[in-house]
């Protein structure tokens, strides 16, 4: 069974970094694509950032030159360094897996979320 362990969600001032981390684990052969989301409040969940195995990345106009996407693809986890934070950046962050290639096949899989507030 996979599981995704998410990490480094908390509070920060406006202008402050988090960095997030996606572990996978599980018995996986790998993994396709590796992205985050997050839901506000009263919003949908929406595509922050996502990074395939092979590197290409691709970001919400939100998130554009403030956010980093990254991987280990040894370690099945991904990253998002989260620069100059605003208070709309405050949600739920969930770390997705696309395409999990195990002993069962291919599938997708969510972290439990971690928060984010930005607020002084």
């Known amino acids: 069974q996979v599981q995704l362990v998410e990490s480094g969600g908390g509070l920060v001032q406006p202008g402050g970094s988090l960095r997030l981390s996606c572990a996978a684990s599980?018995?996986?052969?790998?993994?396709?694509?590796m992205g985050w989301y997050r839901q506000a409040p009263g919003k949908q969940r929406e595509l922050v950032a996502g990074?395939?195995?092979?590197?290409?990345?691709n970001y919400a106009d939100s998130a554009k030159g403030r956010f980093t996407i990254s991987r280990d693809n040894a370690k099945n986890t991904v990253y998002l360094q989260m620069n100059s934070l605003k208070h709309e950046d405050t949600a739920v962050y969930y770390c997705?897996?696309?395409?999990?290639?195990?002993?069962?096949?291919?599938?997708?899989?969510w972290g439990q979320g971690t928060q984010v507030t930005v607020s002084s």
């Open positions: 997705n897996a696309d395409g999990v290639y195990t002993t069962v096949g291919l599938h997708d899989y």
């Open positions: 599980g018995t996986i052969f790998s993994i396709y694509a």
């Open positions: 990074i395939t195995r092979g590197g290409s990345t």
